[in-house]
């Protein structure tokens, strides 16, 4: 991409749009926080980024353009996630040893105080997309004064009793009598009380290639294109975004393994959860099992047929639609 471009994409002619790429001190370390919205009067939406490591900021052109004209898209780069990683490479090692749901809420409320010396709000839209949804529900119950609404995007509920259900759903198709000794080995073999190891990741990558195949169907390939190409990421951040260590995420993955959202349902914002019907990841039925024990100022539920997890780039008219 020529360097007119990408100051275009990076830039865009508009007087009343905001475009910042920054790292505030967020936790005593930089962390990027990318700003952009073609309207610096409409409301304020923080995204809160998948995985763990899953940034979003250098796709947003691919995931996110329309929500720059609906909201001020914030997305910033969690601890060891590419562009804030890269920034503090040094001490990746000490920071993979963190990563505690307090560790996480911190850092947010860090962001958003950074975010009220840039934009002017009141209160902003959290949305966390499943890793990003243990935060995000985590901090809208410790800090719901910073909050106007929450969305929680393939909320996730517990990782173990997911997995097994997507199991279990797979065993009732029709399948070859090895396809389902395989399945039967997945479920059999995940642990009582897992901790991330090259042994547990290899069998969480062995179930989503399974249960993407028997359960996904309706997913769109995962953006590369847009990874490599993007303006928003020079070649060094291209590779981190493609190649996460889980290693530099250890602390993380462990905090969301044994992780349970139903150890506290109570929220003093209004709640919207969204789901692709074909989450194998975050299926949508474990939150229609609770769904009626949530208290919250008001609550809904959204589940978009012919999505999967990343429900917002399989179905994006959708997906719109539904945060109207």
């Keep these: 991409m020529n360097k007119a471009l990408q100051q275009e994409m990076l830039y865009p002619k508009n007087e009343n749009g905001i475009y910042l790429y920054e790292y505030p001190i967020i936790g ?49 780069d969690q601890r060891n996630t590419c562009k804030t990683y890269l920034k503090n490479k040094a001490k990746a090692k000490e920071v993979a040893g963190t990563g505690t749901v307090n560790d996480y809420v911190e850092d947010i409320h860090e962001v958003i105080r950074y975010l009220h010396t840039v934009y002017a709000f009141d209160k902003l839209i959290l949305l966390g997309f499943s890793w990003g949804s243990v935060i995000g529900a985590e901090y809208v119950k410790k800090y719901p004064e910073d909050v106007a609404k929450y969305l929680g995007v393939g909320q996730f509920v517990n990782f173990a009793e997911g997995y097994r259900y997507i199991c279990d759903q797979m065993l009732a198709q029709d399948m070859t009598a090895n396809e389902k000794k395989k399945v039967a080995y997945l479920k059999e073999t995940f642990p009582a009380s897992p901790v991330m190891d090259k042994k547990l990741l290899a069998l969480i990558r062995q179930f989503g290639m399974m249960a993407s195949r028997k359960m996904a169907k309706s997913g769109k390939p995962f953006p590369l294109k847009a990874v490599l190409s993007s303006p928003f990421l020079t070649a060094k951040e291209k590779r981190a975004m493609l190649m996460t260590d889980w290693k530099m995420l250890s602390g993380t993955y462990n905090t969301m393994l044994n992780y349970d959202f139903r150890d506290n349902m109570e929220f003093t914002v209004p709640v919207h959860f969204i789901y692709g019907a074909e989450d194998i990841s975050c299926p949508a039925q474990m939150m229609q099992n609770i769904y009626e024990e949530i208290k919250a100022t008001d609550k809904k539920i959204t589940i978009l047929e012919k999505a999967t997890h990343m429900c917002f780039y399989d179905q994006p008219e959708a997906f719109m639609n539904a945060l109207s």
Excluded: F
């Design 28 to 76: 005593g370390m930089p962390q990027y926080v990318q700003m952009r919205g073609t309207d610096k009067t409409n409301p304020l939406m923080l995204v809160l980024h998948g995985g763990p490591g899953g940034s979003m900021a250098g796709i947003c052109q691919e995931v996110q353009k329309d929500w720059e004209d609906r909201y001020t898209v914030v997305n910033y």
